[in-house]
């Protein structure tokens, strides 16, 4: 292993130790610069590749901060496990197990291939197909409605009001195309509770929500902390539905490079295409950071690895 105290602890090490630990692997891999930034969201591609954001939260509410951890950026799939926690809450483990499912597919985020090998099973929630059909059943009345059900339920994971970056929603509706495919797939097997294109833009959206490393962070210091935001203390989401969350994030929350990441890192997690990535300790904490460039499977190259470091490091791997 890269670090040195891989053995997990069951708490976070004192804040003297994570400051120096984060401040440590910020420097570490400041000059790393393997991976590219996805051209297919042309906001996306604009992006200056050097940022770098690193940020601990600890169940207590503690955040340790390193570079640019309050730099603003689009969630886009580390959306979908919180996403799914909320519809979890409200529909119940069954229900959502029985449409969406929670194996693995061993393919590409956005495979229409897995759709069609499944027989119409979206999979799991972690991968596109699974994301829409997720999002499909959010309640509310409206789109509007809907949408805001995403947005606060975001928030709360968070500890602050998030907002939708409406340039990265614009340019992502534009070429969505592949989505909308996924979408209409599911819905021709039926697999899908609402209509295709408006359940395309209601996931483009919530894909589109800003948030930093730091939110990221307290997003997974939530789940970690059985559904309390440490920040707020109100309760987002029931302690059992953290639990479907984390496992399910386990199984798929970095795609086909799921296992790689499980025996590297020894947690959940759950990359974006924009470059961030969400660990989650349970009883401990959340990492997120933060690094545009990005791997072949769409994860970021330096937040895998500063993941990795950390997880030894701070004491937070699972085994
Ligand atoms: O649906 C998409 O393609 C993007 N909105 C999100 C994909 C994504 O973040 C994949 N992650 N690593």
């Known amino acids: 292993r890269t670090a040195q105290a891989a053995v997990s602890t069951g708490r976070l090490p004192t804040a003297e130790s994570v400051r120096a630990a984060l401040d ?52 886009q799939s580390v959306s979908k496990p919180f996403v799914f926690a909320l519809v979890n809450h409200e529909l119940g483990r069954d229900t959502v197990r029985r449409r969406i499912g929670v194996n693995s597919t061993g393919l590409p985020f956005n495979s229409v291939l897995a759709v069609e090998l499944n027989h119409g099973s979206p999979m799991n929630p972690m991968v596109n197909a699974g994301a829409l059909a997720t999002t499909a059943l959010v309640p509310g009345a409206s789109p509007e409605e809907r949408w805001e059900f995403i947005r606060h339920g975001l928030s709360r994971f968070a500890g602050r009001e998030l907002r939708l970056d409406e340039r990265v929603y614009a340019s992502e509706s534009g070429t969505n195309q592949r989505n909308e495919s996924i979408a209409r797939l599911l819905d021709s097997y039926g697999a899908l509770a609402r209509d295709p294109v ?22 997974g210091a939530t789940l970690a902390n ?32 799921s296992g790689d990441w499980l ?15 969400i660990t989650v300790a349970p009883g401990k904490g959340g990492l997120g950071v933060f690094s545009p460039r990005l791997d072949e499977a769409g994860n970021s ?5 500063v993941a990795h470091f950390l997880s030894g490091a701070l004491g937070m791997d699972l085994f």
Do not use: W
Not at 24 to 36: A, I, L, N, S, T
Not at 206 to 215: F, G, L, M, P
């Open 198 to 219: 408006a359940t395309t833009a209601l996931y483009t959206r919530q894909c589109s929500v800003t948030v930093s490393a730091r939110d990221l962070a307290v997003m």
């Open 263 to 277: 025996y590297e890192v020894g947690m959940p997690g759950k990359s974006g295409v924009s470059g961030g990535i």
């Open 226 to 257: 059985g559904g309390v935001c440490p920040l707020t203390d109100e309760r987002v989401v029931d302690a059992g539905v953290c639990r479907d969350t984390l496992s399910a994030l386990a199984t798929a929350g970095l795609y086909e490079r």
């Open 301 to 305: 190259v330096r937040g895998q690895r």
């Open 24 to 75: 440590g692997v910020r420097r570490r891999f400041q000059e790393d610069r393997e991976g590219e930034v996805p051209d297919y969201i042309p906001e996306l591609a604009e992006v200056d590749p050097e940022l770098f954001g690193i940020a601990v939260a600890h169940v207590s509410g503690n955040v340790f901060t390193a570079g640019d951890a309050d730099h603003p950026f689009s969630i």
